[in-house]
């Protein structure tokens, strides 16, 4: 462990690379230099990285744990592929990839899945409340519409891979001092899809698909709040040869209220009245999804009180006809600043209610002392 392996490095891809493309990468590479095939003496060391970067970056946790905190991150871990015993048995490295196990993914003899898609879409506070229907578009594979997909040039058909019989496997029998060891590889001449394709479909260059502009309808429920994703199962890219379809995944934004908090399914709303309008009652005005409307402050409301509007805040997305509350908090504010008239009127009410008040220069408040002795 002389120097610090990179893992994207060690694989060729970006740090942004796709599953399907760490996979396509781990596939090309193990292809080169599995031992089994690579008799260089290197070959070895250089499968063991491979695999162990593939280990890594193909577990969607592992992968983040190792960006963020790179190779010592993980160096806890009792996993395969860090213990250097576990290396022994290439076959199960292989079986695990390429065989038929649901964690592997790709399956033998079957086109490639297309890849997932994120579309991040941008709503007002009014849609996600009330809910809305959006028209998207964005550039996405499609099944090509002149090889309808099989990446065959019109009028000629994908023959079966005469290197692995269109089975789209290679199995290779060894012996070693411990018996007899079946690998089993994917063929790399027809990439473990069992066809290949003799004169490409020239629309689509074999891959079977294009790249389009695809417009959807996207009905957004009411009550979707940000960070919130809506799955669209095969609405992603189409894989390659007729590759089942990935999932499009329409990740919603949210565009705060300027006036409204909102928390779940309540909306919060802090109104500003003075002291005389919190003595005597008076009528606000509170936004609410639906426009302002008027909401009635009784007299004697004291700071800090809540007005709740029932069911006038945001829907449940799971329980349709349940609704939160709009809470009106009432901040009684006190008049920093009084015009002569108004310290008049003030004083007055001291001492009409018989209150010490602070003493000020002249006029009314002279006469506010002298009452009050
Ligand atoms: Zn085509
Ligand atoms: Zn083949």
Request: charged share 25%; aromatic share 6%; hydrophobic share 30%.
């Amino acid at each position: 462990m002389a120097t610090e392996l990179d893992y994207y490095t060690v694989l060729g891809v970006e740090r942004t690379a796709t599953d399907a493309e760490i996979k396509k990468a781990f596939r090309k590479l193990a292809q080169q230099w599995h031992p089994d095939v690579n008799t260089d003496p290197g070959a070895q060391a250089r499968f063991k990285e491979i695999n162990e970067a593939y280990q890594v970056l193909s577990d969607p946790q592992r992968r983040q744990t190792y960006n963020m905190f790179g190779r010592a991150g993980l160096g806890g871990e009792s996993g395969a592929g860090f213990d250097p015993g576990a290396f022994g048995s290439f076959s199960d490295i292989f079986d695990a990839f390429f065989g038929g196990s649901a964690a592997a993914g790709s399956r033998r003899g079957h086109p490639t899945a297309g890849s997932d898609l994120r579309y991040d879409l941008p709503i007002t506070f009014g849609e996600a409340v009330r809910g809305t229907d959006k028209e998207i578009q964005f550039p996405v594979y499609g099944t090509c519409e002149t090889c309808h997909g099989n990446g065959a040039k019109p009028g000629t058909e994908p023959v079966t891979c005469d290197s692995c019989g269109g089975r789209g496997e290679i199995r290779s029998t060894r012996r070693t001092m411990l018996g007899q060891m079946v690998n089993v590889t994917a063929c790399p001449k027809c990439n473990g899809e069992g066809k290949l394709v003799t004169e490409p479909c020239p629309a689509c260059h074999g891959e079977g698909r294009t790249e389009r502009n695809r417009t959807l309808r996207v009905s957004i429920p009411a009550g979707i709040d940000e960070g919130h994703q809506i799955r669209l199962s095969n609405e992603g890219e189409v894989g390659v040869r007729g590759g089942p379809a990935g999932s499009l995944y329409v990740a919603v934004h949210v565009t705060p209220h300027a006036q409204l908090r909102r928390e779940g399914t309540e909306l919060l709303y802090e109104a500003d009245i003075s002291i005389v309008q919190a003595a005597l009652g008076t009528t606000i005005s509170v936004p609410t999804v639906d426009g302002d409307e008027p909401v009635e402050v009784k007299a004697g409301t004291q700071p800090g009180t809540e007005i709740r509007l029932r069911g006038r805040g945001v829907p449940h997305l799971r329980r349709t006809g349940s609704k939160g509350d709009l809470h009106v908090f009432v901040n009684v504010v006190v008049p920093a600043k009084l015009s002569k008239r108004q310290r008049e009127l003030l004083a007055e009410y001291a001492i009409e209610s018989g209150e010490v008040v602070a003493v000020g220069h002249g006029g009314i408040l002279d006469k506010v002392r002298d009452a009050l002795g």
